[in-house]
């Protein structure tokens, strides 16, 4: 239950524990006690090096996938290889087709991949939106400037 008074919060909340106290456990609160526990919260807490670690982790499995990929290319391919090699291709066509692979595979790769975790953000979001702290009033963001 939330209560709205000019008087001072502290005062208010004193008065409330003691008209509230007959019914047991009842806890009362006032805004400068709720304000320490949001602040002090998951949600307050700034996250951007455990971010920049996971975008690092996440590019070092971009190239890891990458290269695992090609590799398997490579020894899927190595009979087709060895047929064109027996029909006259050089060793340059043959390395251009593998190096024209990689670039449409990792473009291709990170077109996805972006698209899919857009999508899961997104779906994120909407989740977990109200699940912390709701959004504070226009009219207190208005009154704070």
Same mark, same amino acid.
């Given at each position: 239950?939330?209560?709205?008074?000019?008087?001072?919060?502290?005062?208010?909340?004193?008065?409330?524990?003691?008209?509230?106290?007959?019914?047991?456990?009842?806890?009362?609160?006032?805004?400068?006690?709720?304000?320490?526990?949001?602040?002090?919260? @998951?949600? *307050?807490?700034?996250?951007?090096?455990?971010?920049? /670690?996971? =975008? %690092?982790? $996440? #590019?070092?499995?971009?190239?890891?996938?990458?290269?695992?990929?090609?590799?398997?290319?490579?020894?899927?391919?190595?009979?087709?290889?060895?047929?064109?090699?027996?029909?006259?291709?050089?060793?340059?066509? @043959?390395? *251009?087709?593998?190096?024209?692979?990689?670039?449409? /595979?990792? =473009? %291709?790769? $990170? #077109?996805?991949?972006?698209?899919?975790?857009?999508?899961?953000?997104?779906?994120?979001?909407?989740?977990?939106?109200?699940?912390?702290?709701?959004?504070?009033?226009?009219?207190?963001?208005?009154?704070?400037?």
């Amino acid at each position: 239950m939330l209560l709205k008074t000019t008087a001072p919060p502290e005062r208010v909340a004193v008065a409330a524990r003691a008209t509230v106290a007959p019914f047991g456990a009842v806890k009362v609160t006032d805004i400068g006690q709720a304000q320490r526990v949001i602040s002090s919260s @998951l949600t *307050a807490i700034d996250l951007r090096g455990l971010t920049q /670690l996971e =975008l %690092g982790a $996440a #590019a070092l499995m971009v190239v890891g996938a990458t290269g695992f990929i090609i590799a398997l290319g490579f020894a899927d391919r190595r009979r087709t290889f060895a047929i064109l090699t027996a029909l006259g291709a050089r060793h340059r066509q @043959l390395g *251009a087709f593998l190096w024209s692979e990689a670039p449409v /595979l990792l =473009l %291709g790769g $990170a #077109a996805i991949g972006t698209l899919t975790g857009f999508a899961l953000a997104w779906m994120l979001v909407k989740l977990l939106t109200g699940v912390f702290d709701p959004p504070p009033s226009a009219s207190l963001c208005l009154g704070s400037f």
